[in-house]
């Protein structure tokens, strides 16, 4: 059984969006001020208690949690991720998909149909 944990990547931006300073909250942890430059944030089970206990007590709120998961920004979401959410069932994804693999989206290969 693994003692380590994997801390999402975009923590440290989630916090700094609801005006949190990942600095503060890591110092308020006891966690080392340079833990969110790594490329993969480990973390045991005492120091992920620890990261979002420190998250609690800096931003005062007891809803950050749900806040910290929350995306509203709809630009960050996956294409399938907003063709599942814009569909009445599960039988109206398949045609949702389709649809939306021929709209051009900033980003994406237009040959995206043609090599699937």
């Known amino acids: 059984m693994t003692n ?28 080392p001020l340079g833990l969110f430059d790594q490329e993969k944030i480990l973390v045991t089970t005492e120091e992920m208690f620890a990261l979002y206990r ?3 007590e ?9 806040k910290l998961g929350t995306e509203e920004r709809i630009e960050r979401y996956d294409p399938i991720a907003i063709a599942a959410l ?3 069932s599960f039988r109206d994804r ?3 998909h389709g649809a939306l693999q021929t709209v051009d989206l900033p980003g994406r ?7 699937q």
């Open 58 to 66: 800096v931003s005062g709120d007891p809803g950050i949690g749900l």
């Open 86 to 88: 814009y569909t009445r």
């Open 94 to 96: 398949p045609r949702a």
């Open 54 to 56: 420190a998250i609690f």
């Open 4 to 31: 380590r944990f994997r801390v999402p990547g975009v923590l440290p931006r989630r916090l700094e969006e609801l005006g949190l300073s990942p600095v503060v909250v890591l110092r308020q942890a006891g966690l």
């Open 109 to 115: 290969n237009k040959d995206f149909r043609a090599r």
